[in-house]
T-cell receptor, first 118, second 118 residues
Framework: AQKITQTQPGMFVQEKEAVTLDCTYD???????LFWYKQPSSGEMIFLIY??????QNATEGRYSLNFQKARKSANLVISASQLGDSAMYFCAMREGVTNFGNEKLTFGTGTRLTIIP | SAVISQKPSRDICQRGTSLTIQCQVDSQVTMMFWYRQQPGQSLTLIATANQGSEATYESGFVIDKFPISRPNLTFSTLTVSNMSPEDSSIYLCSVGPTRTDQNQETQYFGPGTRLLVL
């Protein structure tokens, strides 16, 4: 079974609209972490946001927020007021087990290609 | 945050040859990871580079094919040996937080090395 599932291979969104990128995960661990990364066409992986399984508040970083629904095992990324520069691949990733503060291997989903339309 | 550089940024190689990719971090980090991203695919962890000991390889990856060195806390190399066209991928190194920003739940990626094997 896939540990990280991103069901939207591609999305087209009008500039300035909000967009939600879906991510569901599968783990039996009580402690885990969820990451979102952005990969522009240049290929670099840009860290966007992190949510820990015990965090009670949804994570936010500027225009990015994470809609964490633990019972549903979903961790959707919400981008508010989309910009042309948001066009990129977006990957959801998971760290299983107790955190070692970034020093753990990640399992990635297949990604969603987001295209912002002017 | 960590600044990570990789060399080379891209290369075109003949089958049967080997290529060594370097990953340099501007601060000391505990863990370094090597990922592969095949064309149009997600990221897959190859191995964890441990300082002072042998790398830890994921299922499907072996040391003879992907030897890794980690001579110190800021540098690692990945060699892709006896290359075939199936090795054409982006190879990315990633690191956990630097010693100056410990306890941060982030994992940083280098810019990647685009490899094409003919």
């Amino acid at each position: 079974a896939q540990k990280i599932t991103q069901t939207q291979p591609g999305m087209f969104v009008q500039e300035k609209e909000a967009v939600t990128l879906d991510c569901t995960y599968d783990t039996s661990d009580q402690s885990y972490g969820l990451f979102w990364y952005k990969q522009p066409s240049s290929g670099e992986m840009i860290f966007l946001i992190y949510q820990g399984s015990y965090d009670e508040q949804n994570a936010t970083e500027g225009r990015y927020s994470l809609n964490f629904q633990k019972a549903r095992k979903s961790a959707n990324l919400v981008i508010s007021a989309s910009q042309l520069g948001d066009s990129a691949m977006y990957f959801c990733a998971m760290r299983e087990g107790v955190t070692n503060f970034g020093n753990e291997k990640l399992t990635f989903g297949t990604g969603t290609r987001l295209t912002i339309i002017p | 945050s960590a600044v990570i550089s990789q060399k080379p940024s891209r290369d075109i190689c003949q089958r049967g040859t080997s290529l060594t990719i370097q990953c340099q971090v501007d601060s000391q980090v505990t863990m370094m990871f090597w990922y592969r991203q095949q064309p149009g695919q997600s990221l897959t962890l190859i191995a964890t580079a441990n300082q002072g000991s042998e790398a830890t390889y994921e299922s499907g990856f072996v040391i003879d094919k992907f030897p890794i060195s980690r001579p110190n806390l800021t540098f690692s190399t990945l060699t892709v040996s006896n290359m075939s066209p199936e090795d054409s991928s982006i190879y990315l190194c990633s690191v956990g937080p630097t010693r100056t920003d410990q306890n941060q739940e982030t994992q940083y990626f280098g810019p990647g090395t685009r490899l094409l094997v003919l």
